[in-house]
């Protein structure tokens, strides 16, 4: 007795319920749906309009992807991030999060709308490799998380960004700062004898030195702190 190809029983079948030009206009047909379903999904992306709410199914959803915009303006303001329409995002979106949003649309039977993506002020401007985050509104001011991609933040930017989280932490930075830099001036440097009254003279200076610096780059760069950023679609805010 001969093996059984299945290979060859496979062709047999196919061939008793289409032909070959049948299948190929099939999935063509299929190829093209999900290319339209992918250029509708783009065009939605790179939209500005600002659509709050979407039709999910909440028995569908995630709860751990589930966040409300409180939490998200706290992690804004404590990382310096934006979270901004998604037209505004200069990066290439994935087509794996295009995918995750496909699944989404066809599990709750809707078109998604009014995304939204939490990442740092420079990727709303040129790609980078920082960690973009892409929601969806539920409604109630309460966002879903589709998809995140890249790598993770750096580990000190929490550190990095508290001082621009309000004026008394910078405050506290420029005080430590000339503090520091006033330890670094060598003894004797204005006067033989070194005394409290120098040192503290010396601190002022230093003091306003690295301040007006500080005021400088802020205003000439139009700098703000992250409360006052963290929604703002512009550059200078």
Known sequence: MRGTNIEHKLQKSKNKNASSLDILDEVQQILNKHSLKDEQISKQLGSKSNFRENDFDF??????KIFHIDQIKEICIDYRLRFLNSSYFKGKIPQEAISKIKQLEAAHNTKIKGFK???PSKLFKLEDKDDPLLFAPIGNDYYYLIHKWGNDLHPLRKLFAWPFKNIANLGL???LI???ATLLVPE??????NTTAEFWIIYFFMFKCIASIVIFYGFALGKNFNPAIWKSKYFNA
């Open 173 to 175: 930075v420029v005080l």
């Open 178 to 180: 000339s503090y520091l």
């Open 117 to 119: 993506i939490m990442a």
């Open 59 to 64: 028995d569908l959803l995630e709860t751990d």
């Open 188 to 193: 004797g440097l204005f006067s033989k004898k």
